[in-house]
């Protein structure tokens, strides 16, 4: 979709509404226009469809998506970003509703009237715990699919497979019902200011629930499991009840680390337990 008028270059719209980047508040913008499109694209054909995007900022992602035919709903915390905002959405009429507060304290589930494709280039201090409530949701979940930047190691985190030392709880939480992989890397040098650390995007997208498990007891099991990760499995599943007896009818080695137990694995110890 066409913007009405030619957008301002985003560093134009930092200067004119003061935006300088607040560490307290994660802010690494991204200006590079092909850098956003490519990152809007992830998801798919954006035509028409719902997108939440927590931390717009000046816009930049917000502007790419809007463009690829996107309904763009924003929660942006940082009160000097509403009126540039104002001016995108003046931009693209009746196409984006920013949100002003902590998308930390916001029930996004609630609205869109068709499940949203979230994407979003978070701030990395909130990052993982929005990930996780939209991960722990009741399932089949509110949204489609999640395209959001998170810093290398994490995303590393989210993707890991058993035997690394990224693989543990953020892991089996995001995998156990979602596939998950790393679409694109993205260079500290693409950022303002650029940040310490390499990022990468992650795309989430969910499945069916494997049959017969309660995401309590999955979650129980693997916080056992990697909070000891170095300890045998007969050890660190000590405090679990009838943990043995599941490793038992699983035939898993209650010798082995957390570490070399697949997810599928941890389905099965989970649905054991039930
Ligand atoms: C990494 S910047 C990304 C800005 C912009 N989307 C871009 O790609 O250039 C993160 C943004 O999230 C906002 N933010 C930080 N904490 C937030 C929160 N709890 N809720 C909503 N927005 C938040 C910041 O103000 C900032 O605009």
Avoid at 85 to 96: Q, S
Avoid at 154 to 164: F, H, L
Wanted: proline share 7%.
């Amino acid at each position: 979709m066409t913007p009405l008028h030619p957008l301002p270059p985003l560093r134009d719209v930092i200067a004119r509404h003061g935006l300088a980047a607040s560490k307290a508040l994660g802010q690494n913008f991204l200006f590079d226009g092909q850098l956003l499109a490519r990152i809007a694209a992830i998801p798919g054909d954006l035509t028409e469809a719902q997108v939440l995007e927590i931390g717009p900022g000046p816009g930049g992602l917000t502007r790419a998506l809007l463009q690829a035919g996107a309904r763009v709903t924003a929660i942006e915390r940082d009160r000097r970003c509403i009126p540039a905002l104002a001016e995108l959405a003046e931009a693209f009429p009746d196409r984006l509703k920013v949100i002003e507060g902590d998308a930390l304290q916001v029930d996004t589930s609630t609205l869109f009237t068709t499940k949203p494709h979230i994407v979003s280039n978070l701030p990395y201090n909130v990052g993982t715990a929005l990930l996780v409530g939209w991960l722990s949701s009741a399932w089949l979940p509110w949204w489609q699919s999640c395209t959001l930047m998170f810093q290398k190691e994490v995303a590393e985190r989210i993707v890991a497979m058993p035997d690394t030392s990224a693989y543990g709880r953020l892991a089996v939480l995001a995998q156990w019902r979602c596939s998950a992989k790393i679409a694109m890397p993205v260079h500290r040098s693409a950022f303002t200011p650029p940040p310490k650390v390499m990022s990468a995007v992650v795309h989430l997208v969910p499945q069916e629930a494997p049959e017969g498990i309660r995401f309590r007891t999955l979650e129980r099991l693997t916080a056992a499991a990697f909070g000891q990760r170095r300890k045998m499995l007969r050890q660190s599943l000590k405090a679990v009840a009838g943990a043995d007896a599941a490793m038992e009818a699983t035939g898993i080695d209650p010798t082995r680390r957390a570490e070399t137990v697949s997810v599928a694995e941890f389905i099965a110890l989970a649905r054991a337990l039930g």
